[in-house]
């Protein structure tokens, strides 16, 4: 069996040196236009040419989207950044539209071009044609079962490599296209400006009598019509791989880095095992489960994999994340005094208990000796966001190592 690339998001160079330290074969990032996450940080010229750097200097790649449908006033802004691309050279671009793969094998055909899911690539003629058309890889499309993407391997080229979703949000509309945000607030999914209207709250209203809010059940828990559980197959790597899948995406570029290293941690670590020995896999199954629980998600589900769910192992009764763990910051240096320094995302205090997560799978317990601003005063709390501080901890830390804060309502 061949052992897939684990493709992992980053919507920002912070969270790009993470994902590549926490264990990602190539990441995937978007500048500040022509890409499906236009309310993510994004990358400037600059933070992309340093993330391209730091992840190369790491055997990491990187695959930047401009995967949005083109209008024509958008041509030729696209041909300008395809020109910037050329430059910094990525070793992919993401792309939906014909029009945008057109300009970019003319205008950086040195660079792979990567087919996007939104492109509806459901069988395996269309993987052909984006194959005839120059494309190295395709992405399938998220309502595709495992066996039909054992039928499309069957049917391509070795040298056209497969991309799936195996972990993250999943959209209500086929294969992403969606137009409710477009309709209700005037921001076009397939522009990048989603406001995500599928995770709303809906009633119905009946004509002659306004304001009388009916609720549309789906059973007696909930009300979330459009809602889905997020992907996830942790559990089923040996599936995916045996469907023949050179490329696992986990989705998430508008996530924070506590969730990156979280996911990429734990499908590298379960990746590893299942390709030294499927027993460790299987016999470790209990630790991934419970480290993939470690960070900000919805319920789960496997999605199309094994054929279409029905509405009890898809749509789920509520919109709210579980949250079992709070961000602090990741240790941007270790100063020769052993202090730590960071980034504060999240306020915390002098004498708490807080966790160290490193790289290779350890969670370290720690209590918070002191605090100090960046002048070296010390200070009781941290109570203000993005602040830079240094903290004196119980336990070795090493660069890129994340500080988490467990919660209490678990």
Sequence with gaps: MKKPELLVPAGSLEVLKIAVVYGADA????????????????????????????????????????????????????????????????????????????????????????????????????????????????????ELSLEEIREIRAHVPDDLEIETFVHGAMCISYSGRCLLSNYFTGRDANQGACTHPCRWKYAVVEETRPGEYMPVYENERGTYIFNSKDLCMIDRLDDIVSAGVDSMKIEGRMKTALYVATVARTYRKALDDLFTDPKIYKDNMDWYLDQIS????????????????????????????????????????????????ITQRNKFTRGETIEVMKPDGRNIQTAVEAIYDEEGCETESAPHPQQKLYVRLNADVDKYDILRRPEQNV
């Excluded at 993330?51 to 696209?78: P, Y």
């Excluded at 269309?126 to 120059?134: A, I, N, P, V």
């Excluded at 094994?306 to 919109?319: E, H």
């Design 27 to 142: 990441v995937y990032i978007g500048g500040e236009a022509f890409g499906l996450r236009a309310k993510a940080h994004n990358f400037d010229r600059d933070e992309m040419a340093e993330g391209i750097r730091f992840a190369h200097e790491h055997g990491v790649k990187v695959h930047v989207t401009v995967n949005i449908f083109a209008h024509n006033k958008d041509l030729e802004g696209i041909r300008e950044y395809l020109g910037e691309l050329k430059e910094l050279r990525p070793d992919a671009l993401i792309i939906a539209d014909p029009a945008v793969f057109t300009m970019a094998r003319e205008i950086c055909p040195e660079i792979d071009i990567h087919i996007s899911t939104q492109s509806n690539n459901t069988n395996y003629e269309t993987f052909l044609f984006w194959h005839r058309l120059g494309a190295k890889r395709v992405v399938t499309a998220r």
């Design 294 to 341: 470690n960070c900000t998600y919805r319920q789960f589900t496997t999605g199309f994999f094994y054929g279409k769910p029905d509405a009890d192992s898809q749509i789920y009764d509520s919109n709210t994340y579980i949250k079992e763990y709070t961000y602090l910051g990741f240790a941007e240096e270790i100063t020769p005094e052993g202090l730590v320094r």
